[in-house]
C-alpha cells in the first residue's frame, strides 16, 4: 500500500513561520520526486516545491523562493516544507505528492503527472 501523511498546518499571522512534514512508505520514498502542491478554494492545485529523493535537489516555484525550503530525513522517510515569511496569499490545503521511477523533471509543478497523494494539511496565513 502506497501511503503518504501530511502534517504540521494551523494558523499563523503574517510573517509567521510553519513546517509541514510528509511521510511517506518506503516503497515510494526512495530515488523518485516527491512535491508539496498547494491549492486554494476555487483555484487549481499549484506546485510549491520538489525534491528528488536520495540527493538529487530541490526545486521551487517563483513565488516561494527564498522563504520556503523542502527537505528530506532519509532515516525516518519524511519530506518536509519549512515555510518562512509567511503572506496571506499561502493561505491553502498543501498536499504532498509522488511520482515513482525518476527524480523530478522540469515539470515537476504540474499536478497531473501524480498519482501517490496525501490527504492535505491546511495552512491559514492572517493579517
Known amino acids: 500500500q502506497v501511503q503518504l501523511v501530511e502534517s504540521g498546518g494551523g494558523s499563523v499571522q503574517v510573517g509567521g513561520s510553519l513546517r509541514l512534514s510528509c511521510v511517506s512508505s518506503r516503497y515510494i520514498y526512495s530515488n523518485n520526486c516527491i512535491v508539496w502542491f498547494h491549492q486554494a478554494p476555487g483555484k487549481e492545485r499549484e506546485g510549491v516545491a520538489a525534491i528528488s529523493t536520495g540527493g538529487g535537489g530541490a526545486r521551487y516555484d517563483d513565488s516561494v523562493q527564498g522563504r520556503f525550503t523542502i527537505s528530506e530525513d532519509n532515516a525516518n522517510y519524511t519530506v518536509y516544507l519549512q515555510m518562512n515569511s509567511l503572506k496571506p496569499e499561502d493561505t491553502a490545503m498543501y498536499h504532498c505528492?509522488?511520482?515513482?521511477?525518476?527524480?523530478?523533471?522540469?515539470?515537476?509543478?504540474?499536478?497531473?503527472?501524480?498519482?501517490?497523494w496525501g490527504q492535505g494539511t491546511q495552512v491559514t496565513v492572517s493579517t
Open positions: 505528492a509522488a511520482r515513482l521511477g525518476s527524480w523530478c523533471s522540469a515539470v515537476w509543478n504540474n499536478y497531473k503527472n501524480y498519482i501517490y
